[in-house]
């Protein structure tokens, strides 16, 4: 019964009366089980890249973060799919606002990937205003507000742009995600919820996030269409932000979409996932990925060779170590720019403590 | 003009408003009803409901999403119904508005202003008569004005909202309708972390604001009366940052302070303005800085307030002990 | 087609996905269009009375207010069939925590009536432990987090004790109230929340304050069953609470019932909802008001004659004057004793201001 | 037994529980996994699932919950993964468990504990370093113990779980295993309140707690080096209610105080400390109380924090300048 649903997206009634089963178009073998999106073969070669950019880069800095270079971090594999169907089909003016898990939709969206380089060096990193994406905050699920915000603002001043605000599955817990749900439905404001749900809130497993069977149910009871889609599979993921982006720019108001996929490293740097979770999960989880499915299909419809596949890995490899020797020789900030990061405009008594900093600056450590 | 608080800021909320399209009035009840206390009234009227409107019922939604405008380049001002409710919203002020700019090392700026009934003595139920700013001064990166007077709060109103930083704005609810004061028809402003000398004197330094200042002008007339001594008055106008420099001018010439707040005592504003006598006056100080507050406790039912607030009796009794040699 | 449903309850899947009907037993003209849930004769009438009850005292508050000898009040007019209906199902062990528009359903829990008087007069009521009634807190919504805690702690303990958690339909755009849903769910907490939809949240009509059709769609959305009713339908709403009750006893977790009545008065005496809401609607509403259907129901089938109904009126009038007149004479507590109120165990320093207190009370307003 | 602090608590939490059915401990990620630094390890597999819970990613929902359960009857012990998130909770906190014995006048109290790490020095992400302890000074209702050793944490912690009010317990992140300390095996409790000095001198007063212990008793170290002052170090160890006693006693001997605190400056608790100071030893006050303490900025990320938190020598020229005539 579950299998006749596989190639079409579901309606709403049907995803809170059943048990749901991802909308797929691209399965794990990498085979079509319903018809792609409607990408440019360039395009769609560019967001393989992206793929595996964001799985070099991230293990780049998991690296880095060994030699103590870098700064505790969430490792992005497993959810390169899910980062570029978000991000791939937005426009320059469009934004986006996500977790420290979405840096992959930052790169796509055009957020310089040395910024979150730079970051995870422990400094502050300058986002090009340009870039449209929100610098990323850790109260988890917080920035679903100001998503909202940003889209509700688009609309009040009459312009095209639409907003996507991504999240985990921990984060829909928080009250701040139900109320930008919320907000959303009733503004009819022009963004698309991502809930990346990738099985596991550090320790707690969906199961035991919520007791409803799906994430997408939040939609209906706040009065926003939602869907749920594979998100392992670039297209499915794709095709519905793509049409959910429409929507908003229309006018026809939010979309929720809940995007299944898995965390396939540690929570963190400083998380050790052997305490909670299983092996055989893993194995699972890990024949179920993204990149590899992509690469199936690529091959199957001749659009990549081995060697092309070698090359490209080869160059994410490269572009991910230039990107990380970037933001290290990108110079630190002095320590006194807080006082003029806290306010445009700083109180003399601020100035004082700049002032004080700098002399304790040139006192040093030593008495 | 002679203009009450809810009339002056309304004023300035409307002259702001048709002078700068940006600006967006937002919170409960703020459209077809005009705000609880009437502090919006006519603004959906005449603007539209795109640029006044009415939310759902959530601190947390208002304020997050008033950052998200805010970062898009509109100037939100939100109410939050009544002060008492800000702590609901504490995480979107706090480590949301407040640090924008700083989490952006100044890409965007979050140029939001919270507006908020506040202070007791008018008998309304719990959490409607609490007193949060001293709360606020742990939390950098919020700016925190309290007019105590028509003039002042229109003044101080458009400045909050030309600022480009978060601003939370609390109006005292006592102050409201008490009286009327001429206001000038014309747009202008007053700088933030500016304060006001309300009386000039020699002899000893009161340092208030809010809804405190009318107890504190009554108990220096009080003190006058009795032994002619010779005060200095102090309005702060924003508690964060305050304007250390006039505390410090008069307390130096004076020796002698006297704080009024009705927030709890312990850490907020009465305690800092302490603290900075302390850090540059200590040589001058006579007597120790007196502290007329609230106590440690949380804000009485409305009909146990009368005693927890400071009266005109307290604050004079206060500045008498303090004249005390 | 709407129609057809009247009588029967609705299965949550419906409830999502058409319009909604609420659940009727007893219609607008005191006819039974389904059939009543068993409750003895003595019981009904005792229900009835407290309707009657619930109208003289809030009436009465509203006289004293505007005497100057109350605070601040939001009138209990229109709800009175769900305020007794929610809480009349349940037992001496079970809890109740609900808003200021719930005093009636403390009443019938077990609240002296003169508490809420009392506390009107601003001062601070002792709430009898036994009636398990939580203190009104002011902070909108808030209280459903702590009945879902009471329930969770019912449930570590064992106790065969359940939950009932009241709140307003603006309450649930709290994020608050989404995460109390959500814990509930997860821990299958023995509660039931009541969404007393009255169609406005001071001035914001239930259409604005969320997109939702119903606010009953909040409970797939969280894994819980939930129900729509008539709130003015005392039948409905006693049969609905009583099934979800015993569900919860019976260790089946928590469900949700919007019940949708009417707010006929003013928001609280503070307010003037001629600026905002139109006659007609309140014509519309005054109609279907619950105290008469039950009147025409009893009076029907021979419970009731209108010469006992006229001293029922009479004995709630009696019933609320004395209980005004019980508060007005219980003595305040001292001004010193909200030092005592604030911990079991006093600082030095709060003992110090509680010394100066009294001095200050000593020497007066004078100089 | 030598212990970290890790140890210290996490003993504390287990022998409570063996000897008091009523405590329960959640929050998120604090069952199988033990919380991300391991407080609560092993504690579900002895108390079982019933007791040791995790909960759904929400702070209000789980202060609010514990809130519920606590007037309920039980003991929660609930943990905040980092303080800097207490602000999500900040409304049922302050407005909610604080007031529950205010509100019902009595009927019920609220014993919960809510244990959170803070503190800045090992290079964590935003909100993860900051200390937010003096905004519950102006929050009245809340205890706010913050232990600077294992042995205190252990004491201390039995006695915020007896307490029959709220506690907030803070944690020092870089304390948490940056020593270890003969720890008894038994139970016992260290009383709320009351300070602790750690060394005796008449020279200066040094007060501190928390994560900025070790910095003080270096910054000393180097004085006495320099000098051979004697100096006082008290250790607040509750910050509210603080002990005041214990500090007017010792300033009135020394004349003179540092406070130590990586809070931001204002209105925290070297505010208040030193209008208490200002309150009571003004006479014998010979110099400007000193504060070092975080700057009114928001915490830094990690690669400036350490100009942001207070060094030992910027502590020890504090001392050196106040003791300097
Ligand atoms: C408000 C808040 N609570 C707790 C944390 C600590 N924390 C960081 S990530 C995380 C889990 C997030 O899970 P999810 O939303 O599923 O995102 P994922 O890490 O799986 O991408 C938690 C609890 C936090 N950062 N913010
Ligand atoms: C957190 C919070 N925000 C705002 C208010 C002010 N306020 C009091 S009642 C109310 C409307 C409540 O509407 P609803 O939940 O529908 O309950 P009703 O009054 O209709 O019974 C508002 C906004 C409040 N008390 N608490
Ligand atoms: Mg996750
Ligand atoms: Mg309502």
């Not at chain 1, 890249?49 to 991230?58: D, G, K, N, P, V």
């Not at chain 1, 939040?218 to 982006?245: C, K």
Request: aromatic fraction near 8%; glycine fraction near 8%.
């Amino acid at each position: 019964k579950a299998e006749r649903k596989r190639g079409v997206p579901l309606s709403i009634q049907e995803l809170v009366s059943e048990a749901e089963v991802p909308y797929q178009i691209l399965n794990e073998d990498g085979q079509l089980i319903g018809s792609p999106p409607d990408i440019a073969p360039d395009r769609l070669m560019e967001m393989y890249r992206w793929m595996y950019f964001i799985r070099a880069f991230s293990n780049k800095i998991v690296a880095l973060q060994r030699q103590g270079k870098a700064t505790t971090w969430g490792a992005l594999n497993g959810h390169e799919a899910s980062s570029v169907g978000f991000a791939a089909p937005l426009l320059p003016q469009d934004w986006i606002a996500g977790s420290y898990r979405d840096a992959g939709s930052y790169f796509v969206k055009g957020l310089p990937p040395a910024m979150v380089a730079y970051y995870q060096r422990g400094l502050p990193p300058h986002y090009p205003a340009e870039a449209h994406c929100l610098p990323v905050q850790i109260v988890i699920g917080t920035q679903m507000l100001h998503a909202t915000g940003l889209a509700m603002a688009a609309k009040i001043k009459g312009d095209p742009a639409v907003v996507v605000g991504l999240c985990g599955d921990g984060a829909t817990s928080e009250g701040d995600v139900n109320e930008a749900l919320n907000f959303a439905g009733v503004f009819k404001a022009p963004i698309v919820f991502g809930f990346i749900n990738n099985g596991w809130a550090i320790s707690l497993p969906r199961s035991r996030q919520t007791a409803a069977k799906t994430l997408a149910a939040r939609g209906p009871a706040f009065g926003i269409p939602s869907r749920l889609v594979d998100g392992n599979d670039l297209f499915a993921v794709y095709a519905t932000v793509q049409e959910a982006v429409d929507r908003a720019r229309n006018g026809e108001g939010p979309t929720l979409i809940e995007a299944i996929t898995y965390r396939l490293g540690a929570h963190t740097t400083a998380d050790d996932p052997t305490r909670y979770r299983s092996q055989e999960e893993l194995d699972e989880w890990n024949a179920k990925e993204p990149i590899k499915r992509l690469r199936l299909y690529l091959m199957s419809c001749d659009m990549l060779t081995e060697a092309e596949d070698t090359r490209i890995a080869a160059e994410a490899e490269a572009d991910a170590l230039a990107t990380v020797e970037e933001a290290a020789n990108t110079p630190a900030p002095p320590p006194e720019s807080i006082f003029d990061m806290t306010w445009q405009n700083i109180s003399p008594r601020m100035e004082q403590q700049r002032t004080a900093m700098k002399h304790e600056l040139e006192e040093g450590e030593g008495l | 003009m002679k203009l009450t608080m809810v009339e002056a800021i309304n004023q300035a909320l409307e002259q702001e408003m048709s002078e700068d399209e940006r600006i967006i009035v937002m919170g409960e009840d703020v459209g077809k009803n005009g705000g609880v206390f009437r502090v919006t009234d006519h603004l959906q009227a005449r603007f539209g409901e795109t640029r006044v409107f009415d939310t759902p019922l959530a601190e947390s939604g208002i304020i997050g999403t008033a950052v998200g405008m805010a970062i898009y380049g509109l100037r939100p001002v939100a109410e939050i119904q009544f002060a008492g409710f800000l702590y609901v919203s504490m995480n979107q002020l706090v480590s949301q508005a407040a640090r924008i700019r700083f989490r952006s090392a100044g890409t965007y700026g979050c140029p939001l202003v919270v507006r908020s009934p506040y202070g007791g003595g008018v008998r309304t139920p719990e959490m409607h008569s609490d007193s949060l700013e001293g709360a606020f001064l742990q939390t950098p990166g919020l700016k925190v004005v309290l007019p105590s007077n028509p003039y002042d709060a229109k003044g101080l109103l458009a400045a909050a909202i030309e600022d480009p930083d978060p601003v939370i704005f609390l109006e005292n609810i006592k102050l409201y309708r008490s009286f009327r004061q001429e206001v000038p028809a014309e747009r202008y402003t007053i700088p933030l972390g500016k304060a006001a000398i309300l009386e000039e004197g020699s002899d000893v330094t009161v340092i208030s604001y809010g809804g405190m200042m009318p107890v504190a002008q009554e108990a220096i007339k009080r003190v006058k009366e009795k032994n002619g001594a010779s005060i200095e008055l102090i309005d702060l106008r924003t508690i964060w940052p305050f304007d250390e420099e006039t505390i410090i001018t008069s307390v130096e010439k004076t020796g002698r302070a006297v704080i009024v707040t009705e927030a709890p005592r312990a850490g907020g504003i009465s305690a800092e303005v302490t603290a900075v006598i302390n850090d540059h006056c200590l040589y001058s100080l006579l007597k120790p800085v007196a502290r007329v507050t609230g106590y440690d406790t949380p804000f009485p039912p409305p009909g146990l307030e009368d005693n927890y607030m400071p009266t005109p009796a307290r604050v004079a009794r206060a500045i008498l002990e303090t004249l005390d040699n």
